[in-house]
Every structure is written in structure tokens, then in C-alpha cells.
């Protein structure tokens, strides 16, 4: 095997979301930056934001109503 051609493992790398949120991983980064995170992620929190484009959502809602009658 190659030396010195391995980046340097950081077991405890600091992990900084947007939301404030803070928790360590293992990285090759020793401080990594996110916009999302698992705790202000919709998935995560069950909050769900939907972007309503000329009434697409009452549409698809509408149509899925009517497939399930």
C-alpha cells in the first residue's frame, strides 16, 4: 500500500447546522457546515411545506381523492 496518499481521519469532526443544531461524526473534514440537518429537516420533524405552482397540489389532491372512491 501507498504511503502518505490517505487523507487524515477525524473521529470526532463537528458537525454545524444553519438551524443552531451541533453533534460530532467521524470525517475526513474537521468542522463540516450543513443547511439541514435531521432536526429542521420536513422528513425528520413531520412538518410538511408544499410550494402550491397554479394549484398543482389541490389537483394531484383532488385526483388522488377521486382514485380512492
Known amino acids: 500500500m ?3 496518499i490517505h ?3 477525524h473521529g470526532q ?3 454545524v447546522c444553519s438551524c443552531g ?3 460530532t461524526v467521524g470525517s475526513v ?3 463540516i457546515n450543513v443547511e439541514v440537518c435531521s432536526s ?3 422528513f425528520f420533524t413531520g412538518e410538511e411545506k408544499t410550494l402550491d405552482q ?3 397540489v389541490e389537483r394531484f389532491k383532488k385526483r388522488q381523492a377521486a ?3
Open 2 to 4: 501507498k504511503k502518505e
Open 54 to 56: 397554479g394549484g398543482r
Open 29 to 31: 473534514l474537521p468542522e
Open 67 to 69: 382514485t380512492k372512491k
Open 7 to 9: 487523507p487524515v481521519y
Open 21 to 23: 443544531d451541533k453533534f
Open 13 to 15: 469532526s463537528k458537525v
Open 40 to 42: 429542521c429537516h420536513p
